[in-house]
C-alpha cells in the first residue's frame, strides 16, 4: 500500500495525538505556565516526532526520508526525560505522567516498524 499523504502515516499518527496531549497537560497545568522555557522544551520535543516525519515524506526518495525517522524518534527520550523532570518536581501527578509516558510508549513502538518498512521497499 503506497502512502499518498503524510497525514495517513500511523507513527505520525500516534505522534499526533501524544503532542496534543502534552500541549493540553501543559496549557491546563498552572505550575508548568509559570515555567515559560521549560514548557517550551516539554512541548518541542512532543511536536519534534510528528514534525520530523512529516518533514521527511516529501522528500524524493525513501532514503532521504529515512534520514528524518531517527531524529523523530529520538525525540521521544528527550520528552520523556523531560516528563521525569515534570515528575521530580511535582509539576504533575503520577497517574498523568504514567498516561503521557504510556502514550510515548505508543509512538516508539510505531517508528521502528515504520523505519524497517520503508529499508524493505528502498
Same mark, same amino acid.
Given at each position: 500500500?503506497? !502512502?499518498?499523504?503524510?497525514? @495517513? !502515516? ?13 500541549? #493540553?497537560? #501543559?496549557?491546563? /497545568? ?12 516539554? %512541548? &518541542? &520535543? #512532543?511536536?519534534?516526532?510528528?514534525? /520530523? !516525519? ?7 526518495? @525513501? ?6 525517522l531517527p531524529v523523530a524518534? #529520538? &525525540?521521544?527520550?528527550?520528552?520523556? &526525560? ?9 509539576? !504533575? ?19 521502528? /516498524?515504520?523505519? %524497517? ?6
Amino acid at each position: 500500500m503506497k !502512502i499518498e499523504r503524510f497525514e @495517513n !502515516i500511523n507513527a505520525r499518527k500516534k505522534a499526533r495525538v501524544l503532542a496534543n496531549a502534552v500541549f #493540553a497537560m #501543559a496549557r491546563e /497545568n498552572k505550575k508548568l505556565q509559570t515555567r515559560f522555557r521549560f514548557r517550551e522544551q516539554l %512541548t &518541542s &520535543s #512532543a511536536v519534534s516526532v510528528t514534525a /520530523n !516525519i512529516a518533514e521527511g515524506f516529501p522528500r524524493r526518495s @525513501n532514503k532521504e526520508f529515512r534520514q528524518f525517522l531517527p531524529v523523530a524518534k #529520538a &525525540s521521544i527520550p528527550e520528552l520523556r &526525560s523531560h516528563l521525569y523532570i515534570t515528575l521530580d518536581q511535582e509539576l !504533575i501527578l503520577k497517574d498523568k505522567f504514567s498516561e503521557l509516558y504510556e502514550q510515548t510508549d505508543k509512538a516508539a513502538k510505531l517508528a521502528p /516498524n515504520f523505519i %524497517t518498512c520503508l529499508l524493505k521497499r528502498k
